[in-house]
């Protein structure tokens, strides 16, 4: 979070100096190394899974078919998780379906599915209604596919381009369904124009700044409580499906690029 390792540098550090209300106390219920298996693909998860509770169709504890595509990373897995917990009929979506069903099963998926586009297939603007909701970390045609399934006044979380950064889609499913496309930002910003009315040319921006931080803190507390609540230890071992040393990182960083990993890696820096 606060964009450490894009903006900031120690994104693997062993030690990080910091802003104090950067830092947030340990859950109880989460070990250091589970709280760095959730990291920034379990807090991204959370948000959207808040995202379609508030802005779209579903109702904590009504139930409603989610869809969770990019289901066997890192944020489809844990998405999938918290989703399942939280009362929904999770269908998880993977082009590695066949060899991460049972994984997927698991984590609490009712279905696995291949994937939403067959080869070849023509894009239709309107589908069959077929989600109350969706977690999308893949963008490009499976995003566009699933705006084009949505049940009217559904909602996609979109926070992902593995597929792609285009998405060809039309204006039909907004106008004649209701539908919304909800983007999540992954890293929460602590003091970005834009976020909690924060301006970079205001003279007054310290005081807007304070508030921003204030508010962004209370959102990363919300977010570690829901976490905590819907997201069981046992589940994060699970998904948590390897640890490396900070030697291996380039090799483990060649996986990811190609697609190959499942779950999250946690980094040891002492290795």
């Known amino acids: 979070g606060n964009k450490i390792g894009q ?6 550090a062993t030690w990080l100096s910091c802003k104090a209300g950067w830092a ?6 989460f070990s250091l190394s589970q709280c760095m298996a959730i990291g920034s693909a379990g807090h991204t998860a959370m948000m959207c899974v808040m995202h379609l509770e508030e802005s779209g169709r579903l109702t ?33 979506s993977s082009r590695r379906a066949a060899t991460h069903g ?12 291949e994937g939403l586009v067959e080869e070849g297939a023509k894009l239709r603007p ?26 009217y006044n559904g909602a996609v979380a979109s926070t992902g381009v593995a597929g792609g950064g285009e998405v060809a889609t ?13 983007g999540v930002d992954s890293t929460l910003p602590w003091a970005v124009c834009g ?4 301006q970079q040319d205001d003279p007054d921006a310290s005081n807007d700044w304070a508030a921003a931080a204030v508010a962004h803190r209370a959102e990363r507390l919300r977010i570690w409580d829901a976490l905590e609540r819907d997201l069981p230890a046992e589940t994060v071992d699970k998904i ?6 900070l030697s291996e990182l380039p090799a483990q960083a060649g996986t990811i690029l190609s697609g190959n990993t499942t779950g999250r890696v946690v980094v040891d820096v002492s290795r």
């Open 126 to 151: 309107l589908d069959k209604q077929r989600w109350d909701g969706v977690v999308d970390s893949v963008g490009g045609t499976t995003l566009a596919t699933a705006v084009a399934q949505l049940k």
């Open 240 to 245: 948590n499906t390897a640890t490396v040393g």
């Open 195 to 198: 976020y909690h009315d924060f």
């Open 24 to 29: 947030v106390r340990r859950p109880p219920s």
């Open 60 to 92: 904590y504890g009504n139930g409603g078919d989610v869809l969770v595509t990019g289901a066997a990373g890192g944020l489809g897995s844990i998405a999938v998780a918290i989703l399942a917990n939280r009362g929904y009929r999770v269908v998880a």
């Open 170 to 182: 039309t204006v039909y499913p907004f106008i004649l369904r209701g539908v919304r496309l909800l």
């Open 7 to 12: 903006h900031f540098d120690g994104a693997f």
């Open 102 to 113: 049972d994984y997927l099963q698991s984590l609490g998926a009712a279905e696995v599915i």
